[in-house]
T-cell receptor
Framework: GAGVSQSPSNKVTEKGKDVELRCDPI?????LYWYRQSLGQGLEFLIY????????KSGLPSDRFSAERTGGSVSTLTIQRTQQEDSAVYLC????????????FGPGTRLTVL | AQSVAQPEDQVNVAEGNPLTVKCTYS??????LFWYVQYPNRGLQFLLK??????LVKGSYGFEAEFNKSQTSFHLKKPSALVSDSALYFC?????????????FGTGTRLKVLA
């Protein structure tokens, strides 16, 4: 969507490599979410950033996954030592302006781990 | 644990007929409920939401959904399906009133509208 860009749009990597996925929301949003859409697991929550509060990491599937959000804007999701089961579309979302209940999703990054 | 169920992997309906895509939820507290649609090779798009008030909510593209607290359901409906409605539909719940806005999604239902 126009409010959130994600890069790269596609990423192919070899098992065991580290990858970084980027989410770049339009400025002014203090909240940011990462989700994962995979064939076996459907759409699942990964992590949530809200301002300067500690992020809600309850959805991260393993300690190979981490995310940060610097300066309250761009966020990067890092997957270390990728596994084939990490193959999925990774989606970033921000709240719709004026409505924290409604989320606006980016186009996603399709990750393929060979 | 909070969960959302979409019992049908796929729903087929003839163009012009009414359609229903089912969703039930299990949460503690008062849920906020959402429907999103994903067209092929496109991102998730918001359709409609129930936060409070009238149990029947209307959304984009002629879709509506009814919140039924006693049956813990939030089925998506449209009176007359179009071929262009063919897509993947996701039901989601959040507990926004507790300060947690993250979504829990159902597994998705693929809607196929046949000409």
């Amino acid at each position: 969507g126009a409010g959130v860009s994600q890069s790269p749009s596609n990423k192919v990597t070899e098992k065991g490599k580290d990858v970084e996925l980027r989410c770049d929301p339009i400025s002014g949003h203090t909240a940011l979410y990462w989700y994962r859409q995979s064939l076996g697991q459907g759409l699942e929550f990964l992590i949530y950033f809200q301002g300067n509060s500690a992020p809600d990491k309850s959805g991260l599937p393993s300690d190979r996954f981490s995310a940060e959000r610097t300066g309250g804007s761009v966020s990067t999701l890092t997957i270390q030592r990728t596994q084939q089961e990490d193959s999925a579309v990774y989606l970033c979302a921000i709240p719709r302006t004026g409505d924290y209940n409604e989320q606006f999703f980016g186009p996603g990054t399709r990750l393929t781990v060979l | 644990a909070q969960s959302v169920a979409q019992p049908e992997d796929q729903v087929n309906v003839a163009e012009g007929n009414p359609l229903t895509v089912k969703c039930t939820y299990s949460v503690s507290g008062n849920p906020y409920l959402f429907w999103y649609v994903q067209y092929p090779n496109r991102g998730l798009q918001f359709l409609l939401k129930y936060i409070t008030g009238d149990n029947l909510v209307k959304g984009s593209y002629g879709f509506e959904a009814e919140f039924n607290k006693s049956q813990t359901s939030f089925h998506l409906k449209k009176p007359s399906a179009l071929v262009s409605d063919s897509a993947l539909y996701f039901c989601a719940v959040s507990l926004g009133n507790s300060g947690t806005y993250k979504y829990i999604f159902g597994t998705g239902t693929r809607l196929k509208v046949l000409a």
